[in-house]
């Protein structure tokens, strides 16, 4: 069983990675790590906007509270 050598598509067109020359096997990699970075970004920024808004609606509860109590 011979293992089938990746693939690239770039404008609807496929190209087998063991074809490209070095050169290009170079921006795959960097293109296959920049696209693994935007999604550790993409996960980062949900993250952060779920616990800012946690805190957002912590200060609510609180200020609600106070205002409750006077």
Partial sequence: ???ESPKVVLN???YDVADLSDEQR???AHI?????KLADARF????LSVARQAFVDMLNK???EEE???
């Avoid at 296959?32 to 693994?36: G, Q």
């Avoid at 980062?44 to 993250?47: F, G, I, L, R, T």
């Fill in 1 to 3: 069983m011979t293992e």
């Fill in 12 to 14: 609807d067109v496929e």
């Fill in 26 to 28: 170079v921006m795959v």
């Fill in 32 to 36: 296959s790590n920049l696209d693994a």
């Fill in 44 to 47: 980062n920024v949900d993250q």
């Fill in 62 to 64: 609180a200020l609600n």
């Fill in 68 to 70: 409750a109590e006077t």
